[in-house]
Nanobody, 123 residues
Framework: QVQLAESGGGSVQTGGSLRLSCAASGRTFSSLAMGWFRQAPGKERESVASISGNGFFRSYEDSVKGRFTVSRNNAKNTLYLQMNSLKPEDTAVYYC????????????????WGQGTQVTVSS
């Protein structure tokens, strides 16, 4: 069973940057599509970015395009989310998730979730 552990959250000011990491263990990481999601207080969880198992295909939520970059290092079993030009509306708990398919999945196909890391952006 795959286990996921996020790290790298914290507090930054508007315009700052953070890099989130998600370490995976348990099985062949490259066979899993991976995604980042976030949930702000009082709001529904939303997809932020997804990446295929081989890293060739990526997708982003419109509000983060051009600011966030999802990447992965399959040799290190690690997923990343580089977040630049952060805004207060990016404040949320960020989760990484895994889907047992190699291509970009739908949200319902993510079956393994990390515990989340808090990102707070102050104005």
């Amino acid at each position: 069973q795959v286990q996921l552990a996020e790290s790298g959250g914290g507090s930054v000011q508007t315009g700052g940057s953070l890099r989130l990491s998600c370490a995976a263990s348990g099985r062949t990481f490259s066979s899993l599509a991976m995604g980042w999601f976030r949930q702000a207080p009082g709001k529904e969880r939303e997809s932020v970015a997804s990446i295929s198992g081989n890293g060739f295909f990526r997708s982003y939520e419109d509000s983060v395009k051009g600011r966030f970059t999802v990447s992965r290092n399959n040799a290190k079993n690690t997923l990343y989310l580089q977040m630049n030009s952060l805004k207060p509306e990016d404040t949320a708990v960020y989760y990484c998730a895994a889907a047992n398919i190699p291509t970009i999945p739908s949200e319902s196909q993510y079956t393994i979730w990390g515990q989340g890391t808090q990102v707070t952006v102050s104005s």
